[in-house]
């Protein structure tokens, strides 16, 4: 009986001590949980364009001479970088990325597609544009088209960019934004994805903005 009672006073701390333990690991995990879960809403917040804007048709010429408007944008997700031939840096590198981005995702998604939209329409002619994108990918999609018009992908979407011209020659730069938009299926400026640009981080970025697109419409 002695050794019963004995054993008793060290079983029922121990148990107690146990379930504490248990209690406490599992507020603990999901504790966690709850704040991982709200810097990754966050995060996706960042990305999310204010009020998705709805984009209107636009007349534009791709890197084969043929017209390309609204149409060739509706039904896909669409990856669309603003920037030149010319450029000696933040361009080569950021469709590289693009590259990596795009030979992931068409693996698993057959409506994705990457735009590369010149600022630099009268030096980047149907050739140049042509040679540049097939660089990268055959099956990148190169912009060209007057970048002040009204209705343009440049003037929707609120692209800045400067031209440092010098008079004496051609070999000018083009100040320009290093981010790169998406626009859903359904035409609407959702995301923005700010540099630094890395492949991983984008492919994780689009599966969230597509998760939470599907799960509202």
């Known amino acids: 009986m002695l050794t019963k ?14 379930i504490i333990l248990a209690a406490g690991t599992g507020f603990y995990i999901s ?12 995060e996706l917040r960042g990305l999310f364009w204010p009020n998705p804007k709805q984009i209107k048709n636009f007349s534009a010429k791709d890197h084969n001479g043929n017209a390309f408007e609204l149409s060739n944008i509706s039904g896909k997700w669409s990856f669309i970088f603003f920037g030149y031939t010319n450029c000696p840096d933040i361009c080569p590198i950021t469709m590289s990325v693009m590259a990596n981005v795009y030979q992931h995702l068409a693996n698993y998604y057959e409506n994705i597609q990457i735009i590369f939209v010149t600022v630099d329409p009268e030096r980047d002619t149907t050739e140049k544009l042509s040679s540049y994108i097939s660089f990268f990918d055959q099956d990148f999609v190169g912009l060209s088209g007057e970048p002040t018009i009204e209705n343009s992908l440049t003037r929707q979407i609120g692209i800045p ?6 008079k004496e020659n051609n070999n000018y730069l083009v100040d320009h934004s290093a ?4 626009i859903d299926p359904k035409t609407r ?3 923005k994805l700010s540099p630094p640009h ?3 981080k984008i492919i994780e970025q689009f599966k969230n903005i597509k998760r939470f697109i599907d799960e509202k419409d």
């Open 5 to 18: 009672l004995s054993n008793s006073k060290f079983l029922i701390p121990a148990m107690v001590a146990l």
């Open 198 to 200: 890395q492949p991983e």
């Open 31 to 42: 504790l966690k949980q709850s704040q991982n879960q709200l810097v990754q809403n966050n």
């Open 161 to 166: 960019y400067y031209y440092n011209m010098k």
């Open 179 to 182: 981010s790169i938009f998406v």
């Open 189 to 191: 400026l959702i995301a």
